[in-house]
């Protein structure tokens, strides 16, 4: 399974971007789709997780108010829009997928299997 994350780029404060997560490979059975971020010098963070089958989602308290993760199943493409940006939201976004169900286990980036590359996210003030 590979994962291609797409979308970031360098915008201002208050402005949206929509990534983009692409996943190809043999059949794609993975049940949990994230999005993770890490900012220079720090670890890395969950931002926000999708059931791929029913669509239900999970957040991190700092991405509940402003981003927001779909997917497409047709299309094997997960996205995350994120709306009102700050500074502190630039990082390199990751997408990556599991087999597991649930959320206990969501946010805890060891149990995802398969990463994404990343996108550059920059944010200015």
Known sequence: ??????????????????????????????????WFRQAPGKRREFVAAINWSTGSTYYADSAKA????????????????????????TAVYYCAADLAEGWTTAAVS??????????????SS
């Open 1 to 34: 399974v590979q994962l291609q994350a797409s979308g970031g780029g360098l915008v201002q404060a208050g402005d949206s971007l929509r990534l983009s997560c692409a996943a190809s490979g043999r059949t794609f059975t993975s049940t949990r789709m994230g």
């Open 66 to 89: 402003r981003f927001t993760i779909s997917r497409d199943n047709a299309k094997n493409m997960v996205y995350l829009q994120m709306n009102d940006l700050k500074p502190e939201d």
């Open 110 to 123: 060891s149990v995802y299997l398969y990463w994404g590359q990343g996108t550059q996210v920059t944010v």
